[in-house]
């Protein structure tokens, strides 16, 4: 049997059960609007991962010069001045004399 308007889901957290159900929906509409929905929860969520990584990277680069945390975190040294970058984007406007301090402020070497 076919799935119709009133067979529900399979429960959260089993995607691939989930995205197969979704593909034997039959009306088309409700198709879209299923995956639309849907795809609006993960855009969020890895909206938010995405921020949380950054921060994580902020975070190291506090104690650490971006190198060192880049190594620490196993990517490129670009990679981690990238997050840096996000994090520092994200972040709200410091009152005047509480910037964040950069690794070229910690003593990294010009």
């Known amino acids: 049997m076919s799935p119709g308007r ?3 889901p399979p429960a959260p957290g089993d995607n691939e059960a989930f995205l197969a159900w979704l593909e034997t929906v039959p009306d088309p509409e ?3 609007s299923i995956a639309t929905s849907r795809l609006e929860e993960y855009q969020e969520m890895v909206s938010r991962l995405s921020a949380l990584r950054a921060g994580a990277v ?3 680069s506090e104690e650490d010069s971006v190198s060192s945390v880049a190594r620490r975190f196993g990517v ?4 981690a001045y990238q997050l840096l970058q996000e994090a520092k ?3 709200p406007a410091a009152p ?3 910037k964040r301090r950069t690794s070229r402020q910690k ?3 010009k």
Do not use: H, I, V
Not at 76 to 79: H, L, Y
């Open 58 to 60: 902020a975070d190291a």
């Open 76 to 79: 490129s040294r670009q990679r």
């Open 96 to 98: 005047e004399g509480k």
């Open 30 to 32: 409700r198709r879209y």
């Open 89 to 91: 984007s994200r972040e």
């Open 107 to 109: 003593g990294r070497k």
């Open 6 to 8: 009133d067979e529900k």
